[in-house]
């Protein structure tokens, strides 16, 4: 079995394992386009260019890392199978990963996740185990399930191989871009943050990595500020892909080293940024996928006269939330 | 002064245009992302190519048509300016690309189209007249201020430097799928596809082109069944962009010789592509940039075991129209 990785001084990925990664998901992942917006330029005086993973398979990032990690592991530990607890795009990710790589997928997924969520994980072709999250201790089942099977267990962001997945977003971004001045990334636990700052200083040296959080889940800026890791309780906000309580043992250290500052958005400037993004770019983009790009157009960090990358991390939302947020604002 | 050409056999635009069209649209025209669906593609038991127009500048392949035609006048035509009537993709395309080129533009719309139109419009530095529908002739106050000005009128389709821009879209999409079994494009007046023909038969020798209209709206179907062009009254539909009333001159002998067939789809199947889109990827498409896609998921012409090119042509819909939409389907 192998179990989650929790030194207390982990080996750190490197950019090296990024390039790995992305040799890997060469013609797997999709090479998601990078759109620009004159409009959104004009608003905020800078040079936006947008990685779109929204447009990712399942709609989201993680997918790259959950096929990094499935296809990291050695081919005998690999039949065992791999196991995650997720009920977001992490556990779809595994899911869509497990299936292409013909590894079999088990995913813990609380009792009262959406019916749509645990059936589209299921069509994936994924086992789904159903807990009740008020009474079963998820991490307890997680390890006693792996412990039973074999399997190897996943964890959504504190993982090298997940990390360095996600960095590819960022490294496509800029080998099409060329360098830029700012990198904008959302935040919950902090994988997809961490790998594109690995990549971002190795091929835009002079960079400046900016993390968003949503205002009432600002754990990481914290924990930024304070030099240690805080956790809060569960933060109420519609990004629900930032809905972490912690930065992880791995990712606080690669933050602390590469990410410049963490900044805050409201849930208001991330539906006026959904807004933006269906209106004037086409775009269904989730709560969470807004963090980035709602930042750059409420100047909550300094971007005039910046090339500034801005990664849409998803676009998994339902249309009747979409449309009830929307119509709220 | 240009008038609109309107000869009893005029001069066909042919695929040297489109590709001249093509060098003039470099760097200037998006060149749109093609997506893939394994979704749509389960759907359907085809392999679908959507080129991407609703990612176009201002929201829709009529960019394409509206640059080339300002762009191919010669330079002493051009100072004198452009008009276009339109309430529509057209005119926000002729304004962009007036704009773009240093070239006046002046729209005629109607008084009461919506005012947000009217102010995108004007936001891309055109001047607007406005005009009462009920009391005034459209076509006799567009020639009447093009006189005057010495302006050259550009047509929403019927004019072969239009018609040779739109076919760009389906010349980078076939330049980037290979050969294609089937192209399937949205029918209004017929500029896009006669354009698109042109490029298809020519980059994909044995390619089938098929039309795809609102069923409300099918003069196009009637009109190459009785080989000549049918008019019917403005049909209703919630494809807006397809609510043309006939052919045009040269639109209608080029669909006779390049396209195979013509078929429909209804208001109900558009709104179920339009959910697709948004749901499955990410896409904010208008119910006219949902037409070819729906004729392929509602199988109105064999796809199955085919590679097919699917032209979404755009994606300016306001969300409220499109939330209501979504919510009544």
Redesign the interface.
Known sequence: MTTMPQPATPDLPAFADVERAAARLKGIAIRT?V?TS?TADAMTGASLFFKCE??Q?M?AFKFRGAYNAIASLPEATRQRGVIAFSSGNHAQGMALAGQLLGVPVTILMPKDAPVAKIEATRGYGAEVILFDRYSQDREALGRQVAAERGASLIPPFDHPDVIAGQGTAALELIEETGPLDLLLVCLGGGGLISGCALAAHALSPGVKVIGVEPEAGNDGQQSLRAGRIIKIEVPKTIADGAQTPALGQITFPLIQRDVADIVTVSDAELVAAM?FF??R?????EPTGCLAAAAAFAAKTPVKGLRVGVIISG?NT???S??RL??AA
Do not use: T
């Open positions: 386009p759109m004159r929204n447009l398979r709609g807004r269906a209106e770019m086409k775009l269904v983009v676009g339902d249309l009747a979409f449309c929307l119509a």
